[in-house]
């Protein structure tokens, strides 16, 4: 029998920390997979978050760095802007992305800097506890939200992919999931398109993921897939938002 | 059987994605734990008529990358 899948050589042959039914690993296994097969693995380089994924530096097989909390994009156009034929992305969570380094990531994206923001969103701070995040939906319960997310007291649910794809430097926006097989296919596709994005010089790029967070959640991994099919991508509604490579190539 | 697949147990965190991924329902959580302490899935090669088919879903289902897949060539 021939061998059909196995783990890629981008990813290094040990075990991951993260809870049981955790997104974060299938992500990185997407991004390390995607960089393997467009043959960029002696020239990526990837900046961790602050959050669960810190220590993502220990998984890939390639350059990686570290910024402080919310900074990923602020760091990643620093390495871009001097060595710009590197494959340069950062790999944030929502807290990261959209409260901490919502700055970061806004003028980021504005000055159209070709990098690529892999932004996973569990909807809550999943590191420290399971706080609310700007993603937290309403009514969900978090350990600060405990009556559930009151968008009168709390704020409401941030779509921050959706205003990043408003900003002329963004070449593509797009929210994807890792919950089912079929929208973890489709979520790789969609990290190989904003790789592609940065290559060609189009400006900046966002990958959003739905990932599950059981842990925080208060559920099992099971019905962690099953809430965001029925409930999380109902509020953040998959698709591409922005995709300047589509218009270039319809242009030609 | 068209395929079949090997699991590294000692990575499974017994999450169950890979049962509720399996067209087949040739997953299931074993008696036995693991060194960090789960109930690691554990393969059938056949239930009700049906065996392996190598579709990967339970693979690209599994956070921990601990599933290889084999399938028969032609």
């Known amino acids: ?252 | 059987m068209k395929g079949k697949i090997v699991i590294d147990s000692a990575l499974c965190k017994g999450c169950g994605l890979c049962i509720e991924a399996c067209p087949n329902k040739l997953l299931e959580l074993g008696e036995e734990l693991n060194e960090k302490g789960y109930h690691f899935a554990v393969f059938l090669e056949e239930r009700d008529g049906k065996g392996c088919v190598g579709c990967t879903l339970c693979a690209i289902t599994c956070p921990e990358v601990a599933i290889e897949v084999y399938r028969e060539e032609g």
Not at chain 1, 177 to 206: D, N, T, Y
Request: hydrophobic residues 40%; aromatic residues 8%; glycine residues 10%.
């Open chain 1, 1 to 252: 029998m021939k061998k059909v899948f196995t783990k890629t050589p981008v990813l290094k042959p040990v075990p991951f920390h993260y809870c049981p039914g955790c997104g974060h690993s299938i992500a990185h296994r997407l991004v390390a997979e995607v960089i393997d097969e467009m043959g960029m693995r002696g020239k990526a380089i990837g900046i961790p978050p602050a959050g669960c994924a810190v220590l993502a530096y220990n998984y890939f097989d390639i350059d990686m760095g570290e910024a402080p909390h919310g900074r990923g994009t602020a760091v990643a156009t620093g390495i871009k802007r001097v060595l710009p034929d590197r494959l340069v992305f950062s790999y944030q969570g929502d807290g990261d992305v959209a409260a901490i380094g919502t700055a970061e990531t806004f003028h980021s994206a504005n000055r159209g800097e070709c990098i690529t923001c892999i932004f996973i969103n569990n909807g809550v701070y999943g590191m420290t506890g399971g706080q609310m995040a700007p993603t937290t939906m309403v009514g969900q319960p978090t350990t600060t939200s405990p009556g559930g997310r009151d968008p009168k007291f709390h704020g409401h649910t941030l779509k921050f992919t959706e205003i990043l794809a408003q900003l002329p430097g963004t070449a593509y926006a797009v929210r994807t999931a890792v919950h089912k097989p079929a929208a973890i296919r489709k979520a790789k596709a969609a990290i190989r398109k904003a790789f592609e994005v940065q290559m060609a010089g189009l400006g900046f790029s966002v990958v959003e993921i739905l990932s599950p967070c059981p842990t925080n959640w208060k559920m099992t991994p099971v019905q962690a897939i099953k809430w965001i099919d029925k409930q999380v991508t109902k509020e953040f509604p998959i698709g591409v938002f922005k995709d300047l490579s589509a218009e270039k190539s319809h242009a030609d």
